[in-house]
Every structure is written in C-alpha cells, then in structure tokens.
C-alpha cells in the first residue's frame, strides 16, 4: 500500500488526477470506478483541465459509479434537470466536461421499478465490461466506503443500503440543506456497490482530506480490520493501493515518517512509478 501525503487538498487533487489520467493514456478503454462527495471534485476539476488542455481522451473509458440514493435519479439521454441524484452530481462535476460517452456512463438506478433486481444486473454489467480497472474511493465520517455501513459484511455485494443518522447527518448537510429540503424529505436508503465487489477492482485509488477525516483515516489504514470501519478491507486488498491524503487527513496517523520515507525510497529507484 502506498500512502501519500500532500500538503493541501489542491496538491493532493492532483496527484490522484495524475493517476487516473496516467490509467486512462496506459488503458484508453480502461474501466474507472467513480465516487460522489466533495473530496474528489479536485480530481475531477485536474482531469476536466487535462481533457481541455492537454487532450486527455475519455471516449472509450467506461464508469461505474458507486452508489445512488435510492427514489432519485436522472436519465441523462433525457432532457437535464436539477436534483440531489449522485447521477447529478457526476453529470455536473465531471461528465459534461469530458467526451465520456454516455453508453459507457453506469450509475446506479436510484428510480429502478425492482431495485434488487438492478443490483443484480449491475454487478453482471461489470463482469460484461471485464471488471474495474482503477476504482476511487472517498470515506465516510464513520469509515465506510460508498454506502457500506458500518456492519456491513466485507464480503457484500451491490445491494439497498438503510443509511446510518451520521450518513444521513453528513449528506444533508453536503447535498440537501443547500437545496432546502429537510432531513425527513432526503432519501433513507440508497443503492451501493458492496465491499466484496469493490475489493475485486484491479486497483483502488481512495482519497481523504481535512482534520474531520483524521481519526478514521488511522483507523483504516493502521487499526484492525472490522465491518465496524468498511474502509479498512482495504488491508485486505490484493491489487495495487494508493492512498492519497492531505495533511491534516493524515495526522492522526502513526507511521507517517515511514509512509514519507518509502515514498521518497520509490521515488528514487522507481522513477516512473
């Protein structure tokens, strides 16, 4: 596992931009895993910059995002309107800026007639495209991944997810306060990828900023593996990791000179890693 520190969030944006971008020039028809919340808009901004300026090709790039709340939702070969969807959020934040096709787009369907059924589908959409090659990750307050709960068997699959008060408390304040709806309007459950099938991506990519996220980024990369942290199946995770932190983000952890000094230590005699 390779643990990066950075010392602001717009570095340490670009840094896990540069990842992806290095994925996409290596693979043009590589499979991204996307994530929603605020982390990683300073990716997506890098990314978007490096499509307009630098050329960087997303058109035969497939995406499979992570989660969606479940009764929202928009088509996007359907006339655009705002709403509080993650597929929004995607739409907005990275997909209008970029030549992704919209074929190659797969959200979870939050307005899906037999949710379960769609997770089912979901989970055989990816085996289709031939797996995930490179999938971003974000953390909750309470350490989950996408909307894997703490509890959450780390063996799950894509499936409906009740949301936790602190999921619920987080995003409201994130996705719903702004557009003044209140907490018993904004959805409960949501659809999300589980932890068994993020754990078969060929490598993950998971970004964390700010002193909010200190202790239960410790907690996932140095504290013992639980369903209680979802997040820290990442210990258990056979591909390649990169773990991409602001400095604050990273200062609860306790071996932060060796995650420093490895660094420089590959620097040196892998220079093109």
Not at 98 to 126: R, S
Not at 189 to 204: D, K, P, Q, S
Request: glycine fraction near 8%.
């Amino acid at each position: 596992m390779d643990i990066i520190i950075r010392d602001t969030y717009e570095e340490m944006s670009r840094y896990a931009a540069g990842l992806i971008a290095s994925m996409v020039r290596q693979k043009p028809d590589c499979v991204l895993g996307l994530a929603t919340g605020s982390t990683p808009i300073g990716a997506y901004r890098e990314l978007e910059r490096m499509h307009r300026e630098e050329g960087l090709d997303f058109s035969q790039v497939k995406t499979f995002n992570l989660d969606e709340y479940l009764g929202v939702g928009i088509d996007l070969n359907k006339p655009y309107k705002m709403d509080q969807s993650y597929a929004r959020f995607m739409y907005e934040e990275l997909f209008k800026h970029i030549n992704v096709k919209k074929e190659n787009i797969h959200i979870p369907d939050g307005l899906a007639k037999n949710p379960e059924e769609f997770c089912k589908e979901y989970e055989e959409e990816i085996r289709k495209a031939g797996g995930i090659d490179l999938q971003l990750l974000g953390i909750g307050g309470d350490g989950h991944w996408a909307f894997n709960e703490p509890g959450s068997s780390l063996a799950s699959r894509t499936r409906v997810e009740i949301l936790t008060k602190q999921t619920l408390d987080d995003n409201y304040e994130s996705f719903y306060k702004k557009a003044g709806i209140s907490r018993e309007q904004m959805p409960h459950f949501a659809i999300t990828m589980g932890i068994g099938t993020i754990l078969e991506a060929r490598n993950i990519l998971m970004l964390a900023n700010g002193r909010k996220k200190a202790a239960v980024v410790a907690k996932a990369l140095e504290g013992p593996v639980t369903s209680q942290v979802t997040a820290s199946a990442i210990q258990l995770f056979r591909g390649g990791v990169t773990v991409v932190l602001d400095r604050e983000a990273a200062s609860e952890l306790k071996n932060t000179e060796h995650y420093l000094h490895r660094e420089k230590l590959k620097s040196t005699f892998f220079p093109g890693n």
